[in-house]
């Protein structure tokens, strides 16, 4: 458990970027299927597009607190190509660019609906990028707990549900033709956060080595596991019910409950670590 408090400030940036890379996944989709919102709707998530963006920026401020020293970023981009944390951090800043670019870019009305659909599905798709590199920089050999692909199954549907509930928020109005789609990145997101979250903890109680044994593991971190998941299903339903109903309410309760249940199962992911030891079965 202390390995888990260590990691606190990485915890809070693996909850609250993906969440917000998860909002501009959700407006592409509603693009993508053609659902995009009418002219007050637009004008709605136009004004709160900022919220995302500072989300992922107070994400990556969280991180920095993890470091020895700030100045240690400097070699996190020394390590572009070679080091999963790099890549991650890389992507990340890419798509923090694009999406404030994408809000500047919207924001002028320079450019046509077609030429904004296709930046918003750029925007969108470096966001699920982002969320892969994010689950992609804790598979290390050194880690056997950690060095799963399920990390990023789990790191996609953090922010599939995660930005559906925000973008329940941002496209909240009279024209309910996106709740399909916001329903789907919900249920789906919810179904990849439990494959992740299980799968990881199955693993990890089949490891041992001469300093931990990965089933105690996983039962001293159970409750946080529990809660966590419950959080996210919460979450995914409280989204369904907001599109569906149009009840705004239920929108910020499911951000409520997404970034509170993400945060707990990250919390349980950092207690499921355990080095490589002599033996190891």
């Given at each position: 458990?202390t390995?888990?408090?260590?990691e606190?400030?990485l915890?809070?940036?693996?909850?609250?970027a993906?969440i917000g890379?998860?909002?501009?996944?959700s407006?592409?989709a509603?693009q993508?299927?053609g659902s995009?919102?009418?002219?007050?709707?637009?004008?709605?998530?136009?004004?709160?597009?900022?919220?995302p963006?500072a989300?992922v920026?107070?994400?990556?401020?969280a991180?920095?607190?993890?470091?020895?020293?700030?100045?240690?970023?400097?070699?996190v981009?020394?390590g572009?190509?070679r080091?999963p944390l790099?890549?991650?951090?890389?992507?990340?800043?890419?798509?923090f660019?694009?999406?404030?670019?994408?809000?500047i870019?919207a924001?002028?009305g320079?450019?046509g609906?077609a030429?904004?659909?296709a930046f918003?599905?750029?925007?969108?798709a470096?966001?699920?990028?982002?969320?892969?590199f994010?689950?992609?920089?804790y598979?290390?050999e050194?880690?056997p707990t950690w060095?799963?692909p399920?990390?990023i199954?789990?790191m996609i549907g953090?922010?599939?549900?995660?930005?559906?509930?925000?973008?329940a928020?941002?496209l909240?109005g009279?024209?309910?033709?996106f709740?399909?789609v916001?329903?789907a990145?919900a249920?789906i997101?919810?179904?990849l956060a439990?494959?992740g979250v299980?799968?990881v903890?199955?693993l990890?109680?089949g490891?041992?080595?001469p300093?931990?044994?990965?089933?105690?593991l996983v039962?001293?971190?159970?409750?946080?596991i529990v809660i966590?998941l419950?959080?996210?299903?919460?979450?995914s339903?409280l989204?369904?019910?907001a599109v569906r109903?149009g009840?705004?309410?239920?929108a910020y309760?499911?951000?409520l409950?997404?970034a509170?249940g993400?945060?707990?199962?990250r919390?349980?992911f950092?207690?499921?670590q355990?080095?490589?030891g002599?033996s190891?079965?």
């Amino acid at each position: 458990m202390t390995a888990m408090l260590s990691e606190l400030p990485l915890a809070i940036f693996t909850t609250l970027a993906p969440i917000g890379a998860g909002a501009f996944i959700s407006l592409a989709a509603a693009q993508c299927a053609g659902s995009f919102p009418g002219q007050d709707q637009g004008k709605r998530a136009l004004k709160l597009m900022w919220l995302p963006l500072a989300l992922v920026l107070a994400g990556f401020i969280a991180s920095a607190f993890h470091l020895a020293s700030p100045g240690n970023m400097l070699h996190v981009a020394q390590g572009i190509g070679r080091s999963p944390l790099s890549n991650e951090v890389a992507v990340g800043g890419l798509f923090f660019v694009a999406a404030a670019a994408y809000w500047i870019v919207a924001a002028s009305g320079k450019l046509g609906d077609a030429a904004l659909k296709a930046f918003g599905i750029l925007v969108g798709a470096l966001g699920i990028l982002f969320a892969a590199f994010t689950g992609l920089a804790y598979m290390m050999e050194t880690i056997p707990t950690w060095n799963s692909p399920l990390n990023i199954v789990a790191m996609i549907g953090y922010a599939l549900v995660g930005g559906a509930a925000l973008g329940a928020i941002m496209l909240d109005g009279e024209d309910r033709s996106f709740a399909g789609v916001i329903s789907a990145l919900a249920l789906i997101g919810c179904g990849l956060a439990f494959i992740g979250v299980i799968g990881v903890a199955v693993l990890a109680s089949g490891l041992v080595n001469p300093t931990a044994i990965g089933a105690d593991l996983v039962s001293q971190a159970l409750p946080l596991i529990v809660i966590g998941l419950a959080g996210v299903a919460a979450a995914s339903a409280l989204s369904v019910l907001a599109v569906r109903s149009g009840k705004p309410s239920a929108a910020y309760a499911a951000l409520l409950c997404a970034a509170g249940g993400v945060l707990v199962a990250r919390l349980a992911f950092y207690a499921l670590q355990m080095s490589v030891g002599i033996s190891l079965m």
